[in-house]
């Protein structure tokens, strides 16, 4: 491909990411070095580095923080361990399995915001789970409390986002090669070891994708936690970055602090991938 071709193909694309991502960063790195509510946001004053020392120093800001990895710790590996599994189970179907498929797909298909709020009326006071357990096993449970919300906040994001992995490893099975898994049952290996010798191996740079994308996602978490919560101050430890980033910029009308904060979470972010990314490049190194 000639090089005018090539720059023809990719230039609208770098284009476009440079305005939406790009130019949005360097205004939100600039808008932090300001002073900004809503009452001067014309006329922002200049304060330096005093919004990033601040939210450095703030508490809920390392609150946020500590909630947001204990989200990723705890939601990330299972939508990987459920997603793996559902797709071996997808894998032995012949029949309907393309309606299996739409059907864990749906969770991913539906708007956030309505599928939060079907998730959460189906815990609520009177949905299907609390009407069961009282019919059923004589258990009056109210999802709702205090302690019970980072459990809701966690299955939610388990159902929310698995299904992407479910499609990612799916995809990934068609992949392997028949030959080393009819080695591997010549040669007296059960399921279980064909699956961790044979299967795993060959996914693993779809492991990798796959915690890649679901850390960046658990990372912008919003919609589930102003749904779930309803912006109850009682439950004011259970913020994701983004959400607390929410309540700096609107409750407290203080937009530079808020910006700064988008800066630090970015960067935060990279700290967090780069391991992955350097996994991800080492992996296709060994490949070539």
Known sequence: MERRTFFYFVGPSVVIMLLLMVAPLIAA??????????????EPSWV???NYAYMLTDPGFWKALQFTLIYIAVTVPIQIVLGLFVALLLD?????RGIYIAATLLPFIVTPIVGTLVFRQTFD??????????QVLGLDINFFTKGNIPFLVFLHAIWYVTPFAVVTFFAGL?????????????DGAN???????????????????????????????????????????????????????????VSFQQLGRANAMSVLTVIG?????????????KQQRESR
């Open 29 to 42: 790195i600039i808008l932090g070095f300001h002073f900004i509510t809503l009452r001067n946001v014309t």
């Open 269 to 281: 972010i990279f700290l967090i991938l780069i391991p992955f990314l350097y996994m991800t490049y």
């Open 125 to 134: 006071r009177y949905g299907i789970y609390p009407y069961f357990l009282d």
């Open 92 to 96: 032995q179907v012949r029949s309907f």
């Open 48 to 50: 330096g580095f005093e």
């Open 174 to 186: 068609q992949t392997i090669a028949e030959e080393p898994l009819e080695a591997a049952l010549v």
């Open 191 to 249: 399921w279980f070891q064909r699956l961790w010798y044979v299967v795993i191996p060959g996914l693993r740079s779809l492991f990798v994708f796959v915690a890649l994308i679901n850390i960046m996602d658990a990372y912008r978490v919003f919609d589930s936690i102003f749904v779930i919560t309803k912006q109850n101050p009682i439950y004011d430890n259970i913020e994701t970055l983004m959400y607390y980033n929410y309540k700096v910029a």
